[in-house]
């Protein structure tokens, strides 16, 4: 098969904000990738979908199929940029569609929609000018964050605030830095987990990975915070989370968990592939945080590839089922 990989690269930029490329692809995850779509048989080139001509290119092209990781560059629907102009110029493209992909950005939606279905999510309230009234149902601790970022961009133990006080300097804080509304949640101690969903032929839910986070006290962070994603690993930072795939689960409850996160799969109508953050409280009630449709593929770093490894699977047979899902739909 003839296939475009479509992307938006990290850079290295001082005059950018810290967090400014962390939603985007590295060279590495890039490069793995296309080697593994050609290990696979398929001919690739690789798009930035950041350059100007990203229209005509596709156009001249003309590849089978696009596998798309692009996470867009404009503000409000940037993960639905590349899949519009490809819906356009009618070439099929991996993952979730327009609609999936501008409703998984927007956690205040997505978390209406799951409220709708039953599905448990952390009660709420969304601040568009900042100095709403608090809704008196909310409990503290709560946690501030932008509502449609990705990369636990404007994450931080800060942004868990225990008063009034606090959470409206929050509030203003991230309002003012993102540019958009923030998404106020109460903050759910538990345990750290995330599920992956790929339809590869049939529909699989794969081994639940848990990031645990105890071993990171020297840190001072204590969930999956920006620092704690963009450094990860780093020992002398303490920033050494512990990875459990399969987690350690009794049968009932990992059932339940992968069931919610099959049923958002499903709310949001996301295709192909799809990783559902969860935090499991302390009575044992996963709540769903948002969905991925467009889940980090680093082999090496990325959650998703380890819950892949973990059900049996090579670097190479992942990429590969994404591709041939897509394709069935297609034919
Ligand atoms: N309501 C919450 N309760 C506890 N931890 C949370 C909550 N919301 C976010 N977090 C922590 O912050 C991380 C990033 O938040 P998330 O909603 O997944 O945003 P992102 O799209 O940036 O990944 C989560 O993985 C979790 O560790
Ligand atoms: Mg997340």
């Known amino acids: 098969m003839k296939v475009a990989l479509t992307y938006n690269l990290k850079k290295e930029d001082e005059s950018k904000p810290p967090d ?26 690789s798009i930035d979908a950041a350059q100007r001509d990203i229209f005509t290119c596709l156009k001249k092209h003309a590849p089978d199929m696009v596998f798309n990781i692009a996470e867009g560059t404009s503000n409000r629907l940037r993960e639905s940029e590349i899949p519009a102009i490809l819906d356009f110029l009618k070439i099929p493209y991996t993952g979730s569609n327009t609609v999936a992909l501008a409703l998984a950005l927007n ?29 008196p149902a909310l409990r503290f601790p709560l946690i501030v964050k932008p509502n449609r970022e990705g990369s636990a961009k404007g994450i931080n133990v800060t942004n868990v605030v225990q008063t009034r006080e606090g959470l409206y300097a929050k509030i203003k804080e991230v309002i003012t830095l993102y540019k958009h509304e923030a ?38 962070e204590y969930f999956y ?19 459990h795939c399969p987690a350690d689960l009794d049968k009932e409850t990992e059932q339940t968990i992968k069931d919610v996160a099959l049923r958002t799969h499903r709310a949001v109508g996301c295709q192909d592939i799809s990783r559902t953050d969860i935090r499991l409280s302390k009575e044992n009630i996963p709540y769903v945080l948002e969905i991925n449709p467009l889940p980090g593929l680093n082999p090496k770093e990325s959650n998703f590839p380890l819950m892949a490894y973990a059900a049996g699977m090579k670097y190479e047979d992942l990429i590969e089922a994404i591709l041939l899902s897509a394709s069935e739909r297609k034919g």
């Open 20 to 45: 400014y490329f962390s939603e985007f692809d590295s060279e590495e995850t890039i490069k793995a990738i296309a080697s593994a779509l050609f290990a696979k048989g398929h001919s690739v080139i």
């Open 107 to 135: 956690k205040g939606i997505t978390k209406k929609i799951l409220r709708a279905d039953n599905i448990p999510t952390p009660p709420f309230q969304i601040f568009v000018k900042g100095n709403e009234p608090l809704n």
């Open 183 to 220: 998404l106020v949640e109460e903050f759910i101690e538990g345990r750290e987990l995330t599920v992956g969903i790929l339809e590869n032929g049939k529909t699989t839910v794969l081994p639940i990975l848990e990031i645990d986070f105890s071993t990171c006290a020297k840190s001072g």
């Open 225 to 243: 915070s920006w620092r704690m994603k963009e450094y990860q690993g780093d020992a002398e930072m303490g920033l050494t989370p512990t990875f």
